[in-house]
T-cell receptor, first 115, second 111 residues
Framework: GPKVLQIPSHQIIDMGQMVTLNCDPV?????FYWYKQILGQQMEFLVN????????KSKLFKDQFSVERPDGSYFTLKIQPTALEDSAVYFC?????????????FGPGTRLTVL | QQKVQQSPESLIVPEGGMASLNCTFS?????YFWWYRQHSGEGPKALM?????GDKKEGRFTAHLNKASLHVSLHIKDSQPSDSALYFC???????????FGSGTQLTVMP
């Protein structure tokens, strides 16, 4: 089936540094999402992105967070600067209206550890 | 803010048995419901969706939706060891893109 890829699978950084998480969505998908899952807790929505714009975001999507997908390349989540509470697994998802409908396909996640 | 709650937290069933997973939601505007399954080290994968009240059957899996009682369930018949995984209920309200996930049910099917 359709696959979403995420790079890297693990990232360890020092608090205050910048980090970029990369997502390679399903090729014909147009809607992109980031979710955050802290160990042992529910997966929580961060942001939805379409046509170069943030369509919807949650309270978890702090000012330090940004997303972009320049020219059809990776869909990225950038955190600058990072904080200890940003440690979590971040899942990227993508969808294409009409499939499902709006079924979101998830990647395997990037485990981010902020020291 | 929508609340989605799942029960039980964990469930052990024998191979060939029936597994029943439950999910309640709080927003009556909820329109779309999915069951996702997640194996260790992987991302969640959609198992099945249900959008109308009643039952929807796909092979060994049956989802049931009752919007009036704010309840959706998943029943797995003839459970197999390969069904062992973390199962999430996910709800999407009309006019919103975000999926609200429950906390999950860890299903273990014992051979």
């Amino acid at each position: 089936g359709p696959k979403v890829l995420q790079i890297p699978s693990h990232q360890i950084i020092d608090m205050g540094q910048m980090v970029t998480l990369n997502c390679d969505p399903v090729s014909n998908h147009l809607y992109f999402y980031w979710y955050k899952q802290i160990l042992g807790q529910q997966m929580e929505f961060l942001v939805n992105f379409y046509n170069g714009k943030v369509m919807e975001k949650s309270k978890l999507f702090k000012d330090q967070f940004s997303v972009e997908r320049p020219d059809g390349s990776y869909f990225t989540l950038k955190i600058q600067p990072t904080a200890l509470e940003d440690s979590a697994v971040y899942f990227c998802a993508s969808s294409f209206p009409g499939q499902g409908p709006y079924e979101q396909y998830f990647g395997p996640g990037t485990r981010l550890t902020v020291l | 803010q929508q609340k989605v709650q799942q029960s039980p937290e964990s469930l052990i069933v024998p191979e060939g048995g029936m597994a029943s997973l439950n999910c309640t939601f709080s927003d009556r505007n909820s329109q779309y419901f999915w069951w996702y399954r997640q194996h260790s080290g992987e991302g969640p994968k959609a198992l099945m969706s249900i959008f109308s009240n009643g039952d929807k059957k796909e092979g060994r899996f049956t989802a049931h939706l009752n919007k009036a009682s704010l309840h959706v369930s998943l029943h797995i018949k003839d459970s197999q060891p390969s069904d062992s995984a973390l199962y999430f209920c996910a709800v999407r309200a009309s006019g919103s893109w975000q999926l609200i996930f429950g906390s999950g049910t860890q299903l273990t099917v014992m051979p």
